[in-house]
């Protein structure tokens, strides 16, 4: 049976970086459509997501992308989380040209030092007024 949210793309990040609860904020107001919905990574909403996606590995500890049933992770899925925002933020898919090593290098300098250069917070995001229902439970 396919429910709304098997059309949707769920974002898993980390909960208690600064930098990806500033992401999410970020994505939430240029996703009008609500493509997106979202849930820390190691959350049971996040391993209900991963499992029904036939995932059975390591991921990376900062976003991970699940769309039309295929994982994304690194600098695919921002680059890919990008292109479904409003104007300009599609104009970044234009970036999948450069080679992938390049970009997950640039990403992976960002991942690395987030805590650090953004800091971290006690708890999870709580959502603005009217997006709470785009997290999974």
Known sequence: MTTALDRKAVVLFDGVCNFCN???QFVMPRD???YFH???L???PAARVLE????????PDSM???EDEQVFTRSDAALRIA?????PWPLFWGFVVVPRALRD????????HRYRWFGTRESCLVPKPGYAERFLK
């Open 22 to 24: 500033g992401s999410v």
């Open 32 to 34: 009008p459509a609500g």
């Open 38 to 40: 979202f849930a820390t």
């Open 42 to 44: 190691g959350s049971e």
């Open 52 to 59: 029904a996606a036939h995932v059975h590995g390591p991921l």
């Open 64 to 66: 991970v992308l699940v």
């Open 83 to 87: 292109r479904r925002l409003t104007f």
């Open 105 to 112: 290098a640039a990403y992976d300098v960002i991942a690395r």
